[in-house]
């Protein structure tokens, strides 16, 4: 059978990402140019400041990319993009830069939604094994969705306020800690302990999370023990939050996997990278006798492997798109 080349783009953030996967499972090669440090010194993602560095650097990135892999665009089977969910200006960035591409080389166009993506980037290196359950952790994202079989969506629970990514960057602005917060926040953890009192996330029969409740009780108890001139050791906050945080995910989880009867866990997304949280997600599939998937590290964070992976499923089942499509800040599965 012949080898697919999907040429990949990703810029529904703060990353501006190329990659060229070959078959929806190897990476043959990626260039990701991060914003961390532009953005760091705003506290978080400036939307119009992000689009014009993706302008900046997408052709850069995507010829970077090339060279690494010595191939041509005319080498590509199809040309794929994020085209859903994120920030539009820089959605709008990539996609275009896609069409052009697809245009000028005659090549067929994939759009692929971005949280597709995040669970597609667990069949680099490994193959997804069905039916399962999957958990996408992300700054934007907290769903449980049940998979019957490759492509097959169905929303078990979702977060009802608060994403879990959003809430660790809230709880790390609040500890005077700098963006992005998630990997700050499970730095400061490992240096204290869990004594800091913290509401349960929503516990109840449900598959829906709730983050909002504790995030505001992490504020209210900085912001009174400031006004009391009290001294806040923000080791055992960022210990007890990030202990209370990872037990509804955990929690919830081995909820939907006894539901629904699966033997297989997906877990994706940016939170995903935590070590703290994938080491209990690894735990609780271990007692319940569930195999886990996780992506390397490097392929939980935005990135367009998982673009070319998730566009290798669409390219099988022939479904192509028009370039008339457009980016959208929203998009379920």
Known sequence: MKDIYI??????????????VKNGKEDIATTV?????????????????????????????IDETLKKANMGVEDMDAIAVTYCPGLLGSLLVGLEAAKTLSLIYNKPFIKVNH????????????????????LVISGGHTDLMYMEEEG?????????????GECFDKVARILDMPYPGGPNVEKCAKDGSDVVPMPKCLDDNTFNFSFSGIKSH???????????????????????????????????TRQALRATGVKYLS?????????FIR?????MCNEESVE??????????????MIGAAAYMLYKNGEFSDLDVNASSHGEL
Not at 11 to 17: A, G, L, P
Not at 152 to 164: E, H, N, P
Not at 234 to 245: G, H, I, L, R, T
Not at 267 to 275: I, L, R, T
């Open 115 to 134: 949280m597709l993506g995040h669970i597609a980037a667990n069949n680099i290196g490994q193959e997804l094994k069905y039916p399962l359950v999957s």
């Open 267 to 275: 877990v994706a997304g940016g939170v995903a990278a935590s070590s």
């Open 33 to 61: 140019n991060s914003q961390i440090d532009v953005h760091t010194l705003y506290g978080g993602v400036v939307p119009e400041l992000a689009s014009r560095l993706h302008l900046e650097n997408i052709t850069l990135v």
């Open 292 to 305: 886990i998937f996780i992506p390397d590290k490097k392929y939980c964070t935005d990135n367009a492997t």
């Open 218 to 252: 992490v504020n209210n108890l900085v912001h009174n023990a400031k006004q009391r001139g009290d001294v806040i050791k923000k080791e055992d906050v960022a210990c007890s939050f990030q202990n209370a945080v990872t037990k509804s995910l955990v929690s919830k």
């Open 7 to 20: 040429l990949a783009i990703e810029s529904s953030c703060d990353e501006t990402s190329v990659s060229i």
């Open 279 to 283: 080491e209990k997600l690894i735990d």
């Open 152 to 164: 097959s969506f169905k929303y078990l629970g979702r977060t009802l306020d608060d994403a879990v």
